[in-house]
């Protein structure tokens, strides 16, 4: 599957790259000039998560992204859901469920206007709200007795981080769009319970100051103008 992803996500960059460069050709003697209209809606989500439940019984991921493209800027709101169980050979059952939402805007580094492709960098500020619970067992030495079982818990568990973000969008067909996004999260900062959470929805594995993600998502788009 990541072999996939990486030549889906190589073939996307160099058709939005020639669209680019073509219809930034064809207007290269007109000048845009921007406005602080609204010039586009779009409504989105990510493809890897649906992609990771429909194959994975054990996880629930999705995401939801809304955006208004203003001038060369993006406003972004973003919300998701993750419910995932990993299991450790057959002595530790680990659970998270939880939502998460990112705001935050995008930067068009491409000057000309070509129907609001983009070539963006940005940042986001992200919040998750969850909980996580562990289960132990151990059957170690007990032929004649039942497996010991011992389970921790932690609810209304929240985080919060920053991210930069990176990556592309461009039209695929009239009003459908394509895209990816690379992310760099930083700043974790999370409630302590009763153990420490392995796993934070929105964010990844709670085991690095600095995580990456990565996001390839589907529009539609609506123009203003």
Do not use: C
Request: glycine letters at 8%.
């Amino acid at each position: 599957m990541l072999k996939f992803a990486g030549k889906f996500g190589t073939t996307l960059f160099l058709v939005a790259m020639s669209t680019i460069y073509a219809v930034g050709q064809e207007s290269a003697s007109d000048s845009l000039i921007y406005s602080w209209k609204l010039r586009e809606l779009r409504f989105g989500t990510d493809l890897i998560g649906l992609g990771k439940t429909a194959f994975d019984p054990k996880k629930t991921e999705f995401e939801l992204n809304f955006e208004a493209n203003i001038k060369r800027f993006i406003l972004n709101v973003e919300f998701g859901h993750l419910t995932n169980t990993r299991n450790n050979d057959s002595t530790i059952e680990y659970h998270t469920s939880g939502n998460y939402a990112r705001l935050g805007f995008d930067f068009n580094t491409v000057k000309k206007d070509i129907g609001g492709s983009a070539i963006f960098i940005g940042v986001r500020y992200a919040q998750s709200f969850y909980k996580d619970n562990i289960l132990y067992k151990d059957n170690s030495n007990q032929p004649y007795w039942d497996v010991i079982e011992d389970t921790k818990s932690n609810s209304n568990l929240s985080a919060s981080w920053f991210e930069l973000v990176g990556g592309i969008k461009v039209r695929i067909w009239k009003d459908l769009w394509m895209g990816y996004t690379a992310r760099v999260k930083f700043g974790l900062n999370h409630d302590k319970g009763s153990f420490k959470s392995y796993e934070i929805p929105g964010y990844g594995r709670n085991t690095k100051n600095t995580y990456y993600g990565f996001n390839y998502q589907i529009y539609y788009n609506i123009p203003f103008y």
